[in-house]
T-cell receptor, first 116, second 115 residues
């Protein structure tokens, strides 16, 4: 059972375009939603993260939009560049409650290709 | 380099053999996590340590898997009697502090291939 559902599986965008990746969840006990970027042969690296008490967070060209009522969140990459070509994972973490602290649930990933 | 390191980076073994992986977290990080990532999937949680205490284990961690973190520093993940289904990337991550919001820093992973 996939706790966090991610789409699309792959995405091709022209340089300068906007890349949008969507995620959805069901468990209302999630209260922290990070996005990770992974290049081939590397481990995932935190890109940006949001808590459900805000609807949007922006860091440079990367923006997370969060819809708590719909239990959905998305990553927007503005002015996409070839160097952004990577696999992106959304994730969610359970609210602090003892031994479940820290465990991340990941989506299946989106392979982004930005054409020059 | 002061990031999370993992050794070996690649391991090829025959079915039935035992393998052991090592993870060195970022210095002074008190939390250490193991995840498994198969091709085309996101990382899946295996187990978690706070200092030397193993606080949670996923149902994915069968009896053939064991993890340790002696002295709360490096950690090892051992797989006994490997099966082809164990072929995956094994990722280690570490974080600091008591908050669930503290960033997990991932290592480069150990890619296991079971023939």
């Amino acid at each position: 059972q996939q706790q966090v559902k991610q789409s699309p599986q792959s995405l091709i965008v022209q340089k300068g375009g906007i890349s949008i990746i969507n995620c959805a969840y069901e468990n209302t006990a999630f209260d922290y939603f990070p996005w990770y970027q992974q290049f081939p042969g590397k481990g995932p690296a935190l890109l940006i993260a949001i808590r459900p008490d805000v609807s949007e967070k922006k860091e440079g060209r990367f923006t997370i939009s969060f819809n708590k009522s719909a239990k959905q969140f998305s990553l927007h990459i503005m002015d996409s560049q070839p160097g952004d070509s990577a696999t992106y994972f959304c994730a969610a973490r359970l609210r602090d409650r003892g031994s479940t602290l820290g465990r991340l649930y990941f989506g299946r990933g989106t392979q982004l290709t930005v054409w020059p | 380099d002061t990031g999370v390191s993992q050794d070996p980076r690649h391991k090829i073994t025959k079915r039935g053999q035992n393998v052991t992986f090592r993870c060195d977290p970022i210095s002074e990080h008190n939390r250490l996590y193991w995840y498994r990532q198969t091709l085309g999937q996101g990382p899946e949680f295996l187990t978690y340590f706070q200092n030397e205490a193993q606080l949670e284990k996923s149902r994915l961690l069968s009896d053939r898997f064991s993890a340790e973190r002696p002295k709360g520093s490096f950690s090892t993940l051992e797989i006994q009697r490997t099966e082809q289904g164990d072929s995956a990337m094994y990722l280690c991550a570490s974080s600091w502090g008591d908050s669930a919001y503290n960033e997990q820093f991932f290592g480069p992973g150990t890619r296991l291939t079971v023939l």
